[in-house]
């Protein structure tokens, strides 16, 4: 049922009795019963079966909005549904409230951020339970309390000592505006992730964890994830891990020992390289550049260090550089060439070094152009000219020319591996596989984050704080000015950064960054299978027992950031002994954004809707019903296009049910009304397939069909007493306890039983109600519909036919016209071809 056709169903119902439900009065009722039964606390040692329903937990930056509303309720239903299935259930819910999100908006408002953090987290509290989510609070956590962050340091010092964790310089990503260096993954279209602010070149030295040392297994494990996944966030992880298969080339320098190593895809074209082009911000470019072109080269740094990535990649761009004045050797022909810098050539993928082959990749070509340089056509593609006159590379198959021994070979796999072969051969390259992923840069030049537990020694380096010396807390630093500065004010925090060795206790200083707050929630989930554990992160047997968690519902918007690093933790975590699983999430569900006439809620816009509001004039439940009705779980949701208002009527319709009811309780249902129990049956059977097919849009509509049916049997047909009008009745209260918990709630208790309704477990199902009697057979004539017949379920497509070329309907339409063909889909479909 659309939700139109719903609301035009329930504008009739404006009953005394429809009236009469209280939404705030029952609310108030049963918030206080959930919270002194606990009905959701999960039990290690339950003999049960057991799930792990985990969706992201939340950013403390103000209340709730529309999205955790959303995300929420559809997550319940999954929760829910669980729990009446008989599983032993792990829901639990925490915040993430380190980092630039809430260190932000605290500086925003002029507080500090503990103060204005944990503030928040208990309005946000007091809105989820209100809100009526089936979680654990039992298992609540916070990752900036010291207990949590703890760990995280534990787990940075595990890896460091693994060779995953190591300290760097190199052209970082910079957000003038935050402050702060960005990880590549919160680079967007060249800006920042968080505020939007273009994003700039530093050259820094910065923490790094080693995720490239498992490039090739996160690659592999999508295969696996590939049937649970959203198809478009497996995608976006291949994408961003990038492996491309290639070789590693050697161009020796006069006067230098080390070459020129560049990494390509098409070795195969090596004849036709004609120059080479350096990342003008790497280190490389400035050891090759001469003495008389080095002031050339800083002029042109000062305007490469003003682009973005995403500007310096452009293809539309006019192409710009400066020669080293240095040449290097082709390998494969011993000619001199060229070697250049420019911005078109990133620092931080490959080798920040490029072989450049004009012929064959067009901005090559434009380089080329620009400054004159020779262009060698080495692959004659048929039907293409020379790109030396038409100056539009070719990138197709064809036969190889100029290249030496590949001359007349037109098979592209047989030219890689010749030009390999001779490469390793010579000394001067080797066939190798590179990813497009870069190591996680993790250090934050921001106040409101994990401290890093390094201590800096000028006699022995870096130093570990010592195991036994964790938490190394954040110093409180009240009434220091926290506003971005491009340096950690811990860095001030002179009594803080001031430190003895604690290796030689010399005077030594604390590493004054801290902590992306993505480490934070790269291992969460694992602490709330044991979140009072306090021998390591996690009590390793109990994460054995709930992981991998087994939904694990949020945004699309971190289809590469989180679960990419959260992907790579428990990896590691499983080559330390720690986990059996090497995957953290079993299956993945993105939910859609709230938006309000046709945009994004903005109050500029004046589109904004509020939650709060929402929820004081339509209830909880109509909420919740709401934004699951709306549509596919993955879809945007337009507040302009869908009511709130006509999903409170609805539960009222629902509610007044329960009331209607005159059967007592335990009355068994045979015997009653065999229509409505079919309708009840086929409806939990339904309930049960679309929940676990993410369709919750149609399993509420489905409910909805149930409250109408049951509705027309106490009106107008068995009557209120009918045992299988109870039976419907109960029905409904249970399916509605996934998306309504306090209508049903209610509803349960009216029809006379004890709470809660969200344990009671899964309507069973007579198999016999399943069974139809008869369905409608539509025949067809030249596409249109002649007759419809019942027939049975079972009848074969022999006997459809020949009733259906007996029906009269159907003689009359055929009018004595040879029947050229019949195709029989039985039982539903007949197709006569005349």
């Known amino acids: 049922m659309s939700q139109q056709e719903t609301h035009r169903s329930e504008q009739t119902d404006q009953s005394p009795e429809a009236a009469a439900y209280d939404v705030r009065a029952v609310q108030d009722k049963w918030l206080p019963v959930w919270e002194r039964l606990n009905p959701f606390q999960a039990d290690d040692d339950s003999p049960r079966e057991k799930k792990y329903a985990l969706t992201m937990f939340p950013y403390p ?16 239903v999954i929760a829910r549904y669980w729990w009446q299935r008989g599983y032993e259930v792990l ?35 007091e809105s989820f ?68 602010a273009e994003v700039t070149k530093r050259e820094l030295t910065q923490w790094y964890f080693k995720i490239t040392d498992y490039a090739q297994e996160l690659l592999d494990c999508l295969d696996d994830l590939e049937p649970t996944w959203p198809a478009r ?16 080339v050697d161009f020796a320098v006069e006067g230098r020992d080390e070459p020129i190593r560049v990494f390509t895809t098409r070795p195969d074209t090596l004849y036709g390289a004609t120059f ?6 790497a280190k490389l470019a400035a050891e090759l550049v001469t003495d008389e072109q080095r002031p050339a080269l800083e002029a042109y740094l000062d305007d490469v260090r003003k682009e973005s990535d995403i500007d310096r990649l452009a293809t539309d761009r006019p192409k710009t550089g400066v020669f080293l004045g240095v040449h290097a050797t082709n390998p494969v022909n011993g000619e001199q060439v060229p070697v250049w810098a420019s911005d078109y050539v990133l620092a931080d993928y490959g080798t920040g070094a490029i072989m450049a082959v004009p012929a064959h990749d067009q901005r090559d070509l434009d380089f080329a152009k620009a400054f004159d340089l020779p262009v060698r056509m080495v692959v004659d593609v048929p039907g293409e000219d020379d790109p030396a006159t038409t100056y539009v590379a070719t990138s197709g198959d064809g036969t190889y020319v100029n290249s030496g021994p590949l001359d007349g070979i037109t098979d592209k796999a047989t030219g890689i591996r010749t030009i390999i072969e001779q490469l390793e051969a010579d000394g001067t390259g080797t066939g190798t596989v590179n990813f497009r992923l870069r190591d996680w840069l993790l250090s934050r030049q921001r106040y409101w984050g994990v401290p890093i537990p390094i201590v800096h020694c000028d006699a022995c380096g870096e130093v570990a704080v010592p195991y036994d010396q964790l938490p190394l807390e954040l110093p409180e630093l009240r009434g220091a000015d926290l506003k971005p500065k ?35 929630s790269s291992w969460y989930f694992l602490r709330y299978c044991s979140p009072g554990y306090e021998d390591g992160p996690f009590d390793v047997e109990k994460a054995k027992a709930w992981m991998p968690a087994d939904i694990y519902v949020g945004g699309v918007e971190h289809a590469v950031l989180h679960l990419l690093y959260a992907r790579f933790f428990t990896k590691v975590l499983a080559d330390m002994g720690m986990l059996e699983v090497r995957e953290p999430f079993a299956a993945q569900l993105n939910q859609g954004i709230v938006i309000n006439q046709g945009k994004k809620m903005s109050k500029s816009l004046g589109n904004g809707v509020s939650l709060g509001d929402q929820l004081a004039e339509f209830g909880v439940d109509a909420v919740r019903v709401t934004l ?84 027309k049997a106490i009106d107008t047909g068995a009557g209120p007493a009918d045992p299988a009008v109870r039976e419907a009745a109960e029905t409904v209260a249970i399916l509605l306890s996934l998306v309504a918990p306090y209508v049903a709630e209610e509803m349960w208790e009216r029809l006379g039983h004890e709470p809660t309704v969200a344990k009671v477990g899964w309507p069973e199902v007579d198999p016999a109600l399943l069974v139809e009697e008869s369905v409608t057979a539509i025949v067809q004539i030249q596409g249109k519909v002649r007759a419809r017949l019942e027939v049975a379920p079972d009848i074969s497509e022999a006997d459809l036919e020949q009733l259906a070329l007996a029906d009269a309907g159907v003689v009359k339409a055929i009018d004595g016209r040879p029947v050229r063909k019949v195709i029989v889909k039985a039982p539903k479909l007949v197709n006569i071809v005349v």
């Open 61 to 76: 930056s103000g209340d709730l909005h529309m999205g955790h509303a959303e995300v929420t309720a559809l997550h319940d």
């Open 91 to 125: 829901n639990p819910m925490g915040w993430d409230s380190f980092g630039l999100p809430a260190e932000n908006a605290a500086i925003r408002n002029d507080e500090h951020p503990a103060t204005y953090t944990y503030a928040n987290i208990e309005t946000q509290y």
């Open 129 to 196: 339970k209100r809100y009526g989510i089936s979680f654990d609070w039992s298992r609540r956590l916070h990752t900036s309390d010291p207990e949590y962050y703890r760990w995280t340091q534990w787990l940075f010092l595990k890896f460091r000592e693994r060779g995953l964790a190591y300290r760097k310089s190199s052209p970082v990503n910079w957000c003038p505006n935050d402050q702060t260096v960005l990880a590549n993954e919160q680079v967007v279209d060249g800006r920042c992730e968080r505020c939007g």
């Open 233 to 248: 966030v497996v995608t976006a992880q291949r994408n961003w891990i990038g492996r491309s298969e290639g070789a590693h």
């Open 276 to 281: 080479m082009v350096v990342a003008a911000d």
């Open 486 to 520: 491009g340096v950690s004010p811990l860095a001030a925090a002179e009594d803080w950064v001031n430190v003895d060795c604690p290796q030689c206790g010399a005077p030594a200083k604390r590493d004054s960054d801290t902590m992306d707050t993505f480490v934070d």
């Open 628 to 711: 699951v009705f709306a549509g596919p779980p993955e879809d945007d949701i337009d507040w302009a296009d869908v009511s709130p208002a006509g999903a409170l009527r609805f539960l009222q319709r629902a509610w007044r049910l329960s009331g209607d009811v005159t059967s007592a309780a335990g009355t068994p249902a045979a015997g009653g009304d065999v229509a409505l129990r079919r309708i009840t049956a086929r409806t939990v059977t339904d309930a049960a397939e679309l929940v676990e097919s993410y369709r919750f849009n149609v399993m509420v509509a489905r409910v909805m069909e149930l409250v109408n049916a049951t509705r």
